[in-house]
């Protein structure tokens, strides 16, 4: 399965970003679809997870009420809307898929390459 993430970018302090996340394979209702974040140096932090059949969203404290996952069935895609980015957000944002709901990046199986979301001061 191969994760194909679009939609980073630079932006300034307070705008707003959409990630984009398209599985090469169908996604079926039991899985979750997540997005984590990297800094270089830092381990990989969880963002947002999906489950995919219920449409049942989990996020970090740190997004929650800025950030919202969603995803669209017929179009096999999930989403992360991003508002009132902060500079604390800049990071490289990577999209998975897991069996089963997790906020460790160890129990996903499945990653798209990431894409860098630069937000200025």
């Known amino acids: 399965v191969q994760l194909q993430a679009s939609g980073g970018g630079l932006v300034q302090a307070g705008g707003s970003l959409r990630l984009s996340c398209v599985p090469s394979?169908?996604?079926?209702?039991?899985?979750?679809m997540g997005w984590f974040r990297q800094v270089p140096g830092k381990e990989r932090d969880f963002v947002a997870a999906i489950r995919w059949g219920t449409t049942r969203t989990y996020y970090a404290d740190s997004v929650k009420g800025r950030f919202t996952i969603s995803r669209d069935s017929a179009e096999n895609t999930v989403y992360l809307q991003m508002d009132s980015l902060k500079p604390d957000d800049t990071a490289v944002y990577y999209c998975a898929r897991a069996n089963s709901y997790s906020t460790s990046w160890r129990d996903y199986n499945f990653w798209g390459q990431g894409t860098q979301v630069t937000v200025s001061s």
């Open positions: 394979t169908r996604t079926f209702s039991s899985h979750i």
